[in-house]
């Protein structure tokens, strides 16, 4: 294949100088002449181990060469890969402009009819909506009703660490492309042909917010660890030991494990040992913004779970709730964030019954008891049988966690299950 890569940045040349190794000729774009003097005259723009050699190899064989403009390079490409940067604006949003701009170069350059569309693979970070906001309408503007013949718009995003690039060009973690229909795009599956990954081949929107996801939750994670620190340190506990202790545990703690979204956390443990850390943290004087905000936080989404449980039922409509216990096959009532649900559902006016066959409001003991019967007094009279629950009219079942697993329902019930958003 002839690719272009528009942006010769950390990212776009390193890409570029992998694709080149592979045997695809390349043509990198630039505004900087400099830096195009540069990759021209075999000196890399960046400092990354490998990087040098494959493009002084590249030069060699001829399958290397760049340009300040785009010009008539794309004439006879099959992909075009855009690197540009998207620089934070004041306000904390990307800065799209230089976005918006080689767009706009990449449509004035495409003044001919192709045989195939030029395949456009944006890799710069964007917010989701970019694709079908900005870049889209900037190519249909120009092109009109020949846009589709000449252009099919991916997204890509990129996964690459300054010191280990190619290494994680070639070994990624995971391969996102973006498309208008979510289907594999055949240029992009001959581009990564070499490259063992998982693929997902997902929607623009769900391929956009990809690396805001795994960024952020890079940055929670060494939040995390440095907030646990500060507590070790201040209790003259060896910081050291307790993660080797943490991270040993690859069944709970480093593994997807409580990271799916759906329900809020609850039941005999979390909350109360988050409260004890915060005590903790307040009675040593350490400061711990990340772990003061997670019971905030789950009661942020316990009351948007109640939204969505309740979108568009007018009160007084009849809801049976599957699943009451903190989770399914327990009876365990404990701060369980399905209790809270079923008072705000009974407080917004809604006929509500529950059915959760691990829940016999006559058996609670202890903790349990006290717990139910003082947030949801009228607990016994909500709970129904099986036989009701699959033969009763319902305008909506919430199904919070597996006990819907149990019921029979018939054919187009109004399911909303919170403990896996769709």
Same mark, same amino acid.
């Given at each position: 294949m !002839?690719?272009?890569?528009?942006g010769?940045g950390?990212?776009?040349?390193?890409?570029?100088?992998?694709?080149?190794?592979?045997?695809?000729?390349?043509?990198?774009?630039?505004?900087?002449?400099?830096?195009?003097?540069?990759?021209?005259s075999?000196?890399t723009?960046?400092?990354?181990?490998?990087?040098?050699?494959m493009?002084?190899?590249? /030069?060699?064989?001829?399958?290397?060469?760049?340009d300040?403009?785009?010009?008539?390079?794309?004439?006879?490409?099959?992909?075009?890969v855009?690197?540009?940067?998207?620089?934070?604006?004041?306000?904390g949003?990307?800065?799209?402009?230089?976005i918006?701009?080689v767009?706009?170069?990449?449509?004035?350059?495409?003044?001919a009819p192709?045989?195939?569309?030029?395949?456009i693979?944006?890799?710069s970070?964007?917010r989701?909506?970019?694709?079908?906001?900005?870049?889209l309408?900037?190519?249909?503007?120009?092109?009109?009703n020949d846009?589709?013949?000449?252009?099919?718009?991916?997204?890509n995003?990129?996964?690459l660490r300054?010191g280990t690039?190619?290494?994680?060009?070639?070994?990624?973690?995971?391969?996102?492309?973006?498309?208008k229909?979510g289907?594999?795009?055949?240029?992009?599956?001959?581009?990564?042909?070499?490259?063992?990954?998982?693929?997902?081949?997902?929607?623009?929107?769900?391929?956009?917010?990809?690396?805001?996801i795994?960024?952020s939750w890079?940055?929670?994670?060494?939040?995390f660890?440095?907030?646990?620190g500060?507590?070790?340190?201040?209790?003259?506990v060896?910081?050291?030991?307790?993660?080797?202790?943490?991270?040993?545990?690859t069944?709970?703690?480093?593994?997807?494990?409580?990271?799916?979204?759906?329900?809020?956390f609850?039941?005999?443990?979390l909350?109360k040992?988050v409260r004890?850390?915060?005590?903790i943290?307040?009675?040593?004087g350490?400061?711990?913004?990340?772990?003061?905000?997670? /019971?905030g936080?789950?009661?942020?989404?316990?009351?948007?779970?109640?939204?969505y449980?309740?979108e568009?039922?007018?009160?007084?409509?009849?809801i049976?709730?599957?699943?009451?216990?903190?989770?399914?096959?327990?009876?365990?009532?404990r701060?369980?964030?399905?209790v809270d649900?079923?008072?705000?559902? /009974?407080?917004?006016g809604?006929?509500?019954?529950?059915?959760?066959?691990?829940?016999?409001?006559?058996?609670?003991?202890?903790?349990?008891?006290g717990?139910a019967?003082s947030?949801?007094?009228?607990?016994e009279? /909500?709970l129904?049988?099986?036989?009701?629950?699959?033969?009763?009219?319902?305008?909506?079942?919430?199904?919070t966690?597996?006990?819907? !697993?149990?019921?029979?329902?018939?054919?187009?019930?109004?399911?909303?299950?919170?403990g896996?958003?769709?």
């Amino acid at each position: 294949m !002839k690719v272009a890569v528009l942006g010769l940045g950390y990212v776009g040349f390193t890409a570029a100088c992998c694709i080149a190794s592979e045997g695809h000729r390349v043509v990198g774009i630039d505004v900087s002449s400099r830096k195009v003097r540069q990759v021209m005259s075999g000196t890399t723009p960046i400092i990354e181990p490998q990087v040098e050699e494959m493009l002084k190899d590249a /030069l060699a064989a001829g399958r290397f060469e760049a340009d300040t403009s785009i010009g008539g390079h794309l004439a006879d490409c099959d992909l075009a890969v855009v690197c540009v940067g998207t620089p934070s604006a004041a306000d904390g949003s990307h800065n799209m402009s230089y976005i918006a701009d080689v767009t706009r170069q990449i449509a004035a350059a495409l003044d001919a009819p192709r045989e195939n569309p030029l395949v456009i693979a944006y890799r710069s970070t964007f917010r989701p909506g970019t694709v079908e906001e900005l870049v889209l309408p900037i190519l249909e503007a120009t092109l009109g009703n020949d846009t589709a013949n000449r252009v099919e718009v991916v997204y890509n995003p990129e996964f690459l660490r300054e010191g280990t690039a190619v290494k994680d060009y070639f070994q990624p973690p995971k391969i996102v492309v973006g498309t208008k229909d979510g289907k594999a795009n055949p240029v992009m599956e001959q581009l990564n042909a070499n490259i063992e990954a998982p693929t997902f081949n997902v929607g623009y929107r769900e391929s956009e917010i990809t690396k805001f996801i795994d960024n952020s939750w890079h940055a929670a994670k060494v939040a995390f660890a440095n907030e646990i620190g500060r507590t070790c340190l201040a209790l003259g506990v060896s910081a050291q030991q307790v993660h080797e202790i943490f991270v040993s545990d690859t069944k709970l703690n480093i593994s997807a494990y409580y990271m799916r979204p759906g329900g809020a956390f609850g039941g005999s443990c979390l909350p109360k040992d988050v409260r004890a850390l915060q005590h903790i943290a307040a009675d040593t004087g350490t400061n711990l913004p990340m772990i003061n905000s997670l /019971l905030g936080s789950n009661e942020a989404h316990k009351h948007r779970l109640f939204e969505y449980a309740a979108e568009g039922l007018e009160p007084g409509a009849r809801i049976l709730m599957a699943g009451l216990a903190f989770k399914a096959g327990t009876d365990d009532l404990r701060e369980s964030p399905n209790v809270d649900l079923a008072r705000k559902l /009974l407080a917004a006016g809604f006929n509500l019954e529950i059915f959760d066959p691990g829940v016999d409001a006559t058996k609670l003991v202890g903790a349990n008891l006290g717990y139910a019967y003082s947030q949801l007094p009228v607990l016994e009279r /909500l709970l129904v049988e099986k036989g009701h629950a699959e033969s009763t009219e319902y305008a909506r079942v919430v199904a919070t966690n597996a006990t819907i !697993k149990s019921l029979t329902l018939p054919e187009g019930v109004d399911v909303r299950n919170l403990g896996t958003l769709p």
